[in-house]
């Protein structure tokens, strides 16, 4: 892959690093959060798994007006480290981080919340459990997944077990453009100075001269605790903000998961959230901030800035 123009940012981040449940958080920052107002909250953006929050800097750049924006990088993705000899990750340690990131970011005031694939799960739990926490919430394909049953729960505890013996791995990379043509791969609507730019903020060059991508392997690993569906979707009845679920026109989600989780499911499960709104955007796949992030502003900023 040859080296393309770089990409030049509009609208540069700052990082900054605050303490949650014992962690260092990295955040990108854009905007002032000081000037958030209850009609115009912060946007706090939650990215999906092996993503980090620099990966919403297009959609950024695409928006209309500026606004107070922070994309912190989950535990174990990007600049925020793994917790000491963590071997596995548990959901409920995503809602506590985000809580207390809440907190910190925004401690006086409701925030607009949005979250990417398994950050739109995040989120969407979230907002049920603390809805006076939100003003907006959006969720971008963050499906869920199919409903497990207890039979289920014993063989997957011994997958865990054996998955604790077994070292987890990503493969480096030996140049930042075999990066940047590995993110093209995934998605091929990511132009290449686009990706070229994301691979700074996706991996990094370490002692052995090659780049590693910013993600604990650990997170690969299955979690030994079932999804129990109903339990979500009674979170989802508590969700009290006006709600938008978008999604791609070309995520297939039978792909993933097959007749175990067909669409009519999750527009079930979706369908009881009171004040929901949805959005469909054309020529775009899972990843909707690297695809088309031009119409996922203009998605965002509709439903945002609509009183």
């Known amino acids: ?30 905007g002032d959060i000081g000037a958030a107002t209850r009609e115009r909250p912060l946007l706090v953006w939650m990215h999906g798994w092996m993503d980090v929050g620099a990966s919403l800097q297009f959609v950024v750049d695409a928006l209309q007006r500026e606004r ?57 739990t979230y907002a049920g459990a603390r809805p ?26 011994r997958q865990w077990l054996d998955e604790l013996k077994t070292p987890q791995r990503l493969r480096p990379y030996a140049s930042l453009a075999d990066v940047a043509a590995r993110l093209v791969k995934n998605n091929p609507r990511l132009a290449p100075e686009r990706a070229r730019w994301l691979a700074e903020h996706w991996a990094e060059r370490r002692d052995d001269g090659q780049w590693h991508v910013l993600g604990d392997p650990a997170h690969k690993r299955v979690n030994p605790s079932l999804y129990r569906k109903d339990e979500i979707v009674e979170g989802w009845k508590r969700i009290a ?67």
């Not at 393309?4 to 854009?30: E, K, M």
């Not at 907006?136 to 289920?152: A, H, I, W, Y």
Request: contains cysteine; proline residues 9%; negative net charge.
């Open 68 to 124: 107070a924006i922070a994309a912190p990088d989950w535990r174990g993705f990007g600049r925020t480290v793994a917790p000491p000899l963590t071997d596995s990750y548990w959901f409920a340690d995503y809602l506590g981080d985000l809580d207390a990131l809440l907190d910190t970011l925004s401690p006086q005031q409701p925030v607009d919340l949005a979250g990417h694939s398994m950050g739109g799960n995040v989120v969407m």
């Open 241 to 307: 903000c006006p709600t938008l679920w978008i999604e791609g026109d070309e995520t297939d989600p039978d792909r993933w998961w097959g007749h175990r989780y067909p669409r009519s499911e999750f527009d079930a499960r979706i369908g009881v959230v009171r004040q929901l709104q949805r959005a469909r955007l054309a020529a775009c796949g899972h990843m909707l901030h690297f695809d088309q992030p031009l119409a996922l502003a203009a998605a965002l900023e509709r439903f945002l800035d609509t009183p």
């Open 132 to 157: 006076e926490r939100l003003r907006r919430l959006v969720n971008m394909e963050g499906f869920g997944l199919p409903e497990s049953k207890p039979e289920q729960a014993p063989e997957r505890l």
């Open 1 to 30: 892959m040859s080296d393309p123009a770089p990409y030049v940012a509009r609208r540069t981040p700052r990082s900054q690093f605050v303490p949650v449940r014992g962690l260092r958080y990295h955040v990108n920052l854009w």
